[in-house]
């Protein structure tokens, strides 16, 4: 047998071991998939990767002046979700140029990078009366706070006073720089006319 023949006998061969390790190895990767332990695909519980008692966080406006206040007995952020969780927040507007609003609530939740915070449990929105307009208490159980848009939703049960008068519906949009209220549905009021003096 020639020289030549040799040669390309090793060649057949190498290439023969060759494609056999290719498939050894994709059959294996295939096998691991298949049976790789849930503990390890699964993702662990969202831990709570900062704490805080009794927090005061300030928003600024481009000239440093605050125009955002929010406290809370107690927070923790969750490191997985992205989120921070209140207990007893309250939520105060500190814009002048703004009427200013209160917002508390028994416990309250930060979410999409803290745009928009949720609040539960006898949640209160108030604002003082000022030389022309009454002041306003706002009660729900639950409510959507946008802080950079200040505006308020919810769609469960609501009582709105403003003065001596007195709505209740279900579901509401408050937005403070737009001064306009709307309850959604089932609305009910008592308005009494109160004529400021000049």
Known sequence: MSPRFYDRLAAAVSIGLLLMLAAGSYYLAEIAQRFTMPSQTREGPDIADAFGEKVVLLRLNERGEPVFRMSAE???HFRRSDTSH???PTMASLDPA??????AAQRGKSVRESQETLLEGD????????AVEPPM??????ARIFTD??????DRPVVVTRGQSTLTGTG???NNRARTLRVDSEARGIWVSERRPP
Do not use: H, N, W
């Open 172 to 174: 509401m949009e408050f």
């Open 86 to 88: 209140y207990t007893l």
């Open 137 to 142: 208490k706002i009660r729900t159980e639950f």
């Open 74 to 76: 107690r927070m923790e």
């Open 149 to 154: 848009t200040e505006i308020a939703l919810t």
């Open 98 to 103: 703004r009427p200013r609003i209160t917002v």
């Open 123 to 130: 949640v209160r929105l108030d604002r003082p009366g000022t």
